[in-house]
């Protein structure tokens, strides 16, 4: 029997800044969330998308992007019988952001929090609320690595938030792949190695059909492989605060 080294929190909730954040980072853990008894929450915080790779999108692409994708998560969700909160915040690109790939070296990126103001301030709100109803949960945010701009929000919402919650960050896949950034993780935390199961994972992974995830498939399982540095075992890792 594989132990929950995080066992003492029965209900843990996951923000996740899109839909697949959640699956595709913890995705091995919430494999086994069931023969551990856990309650897993994911939210979506920004749940408003024009994401999907499809060469032709319908008029209303954001609701028809929004409902494949939603669906897509929807299916994971029921395989670990957990539960879907979505708020329905827009995404980056439909807020006028473009991708910027070289941000991606610079983690900790830190944004300034006037810019995406009134988005800012929802997420804040939502976050707030949220911490204060579920004290005994425990909460897990991203660590905001490959710097993308909703993930840093969902992040830095944190600094606007009093203390006094069970707050951890989970590692952004498959953004962490190519970081190397755990020297730069402030030393007021904790790792923690979740064990996984790894074909759930896989399969979780491959229900990202919109989002042509199978190619993210092998990169994330050696990831979690160099996470236990041992042939033959693989982990998801979480940082606690302290
Ligand atoms: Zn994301």
Known sequence: MIKDPIEKYNKIYIYSPHYDDTFLS????????????KEITSI???????????????????????????????KNID?????????ENYEANIRGHKTNKNSLKRY?????????????????????QNLVNNKEVLHLFPLSIGNHVDHLIVRQCLSKVENGFNIGFYEDL??????????????NMNSVLLPVNLEKKRLFIQNYQSQL???????????????????DIYFERIWLMR
Not at 174 to 187: G, L, R, T, V
Not at 217 to 223: P, V
């Open 26 to 37: 913890l995705g091995g853990y919430l494999g086994l969330s069931n023969e551990f008894g």
């Open 79 to 87: 395989l670990i019988s957990g539960n879907l909160i979505v708020w």
């Open 44 to 74: 979506i915080v920004f749940g408003k998308s024009n994401n999907v790779y499809k060469t032709k999108l319908p008029k209303d692409k954001i609701e028809y992007a929004s409902s494949i994708r939603c669906e897509e998560e929807k």
């Open 174 to 187: 498959p953004y962490a792949i190519e970081n190397s950034y755990i020297e730069k993780i402030s030393d």
């Open 213 to 231: 995830a199978e190619k993210w498939i092998d990169d994330i399982t050696n990831y979690m492989l160099s996470i236990s540095k041992q042939l």
């Open 108 to 128: 900790p990126y830190e944004i300034k929090l006037e810019y995406d103001k009134s988005v800012i301030s929802k997420v804040v709100n939502q976050v707030r």
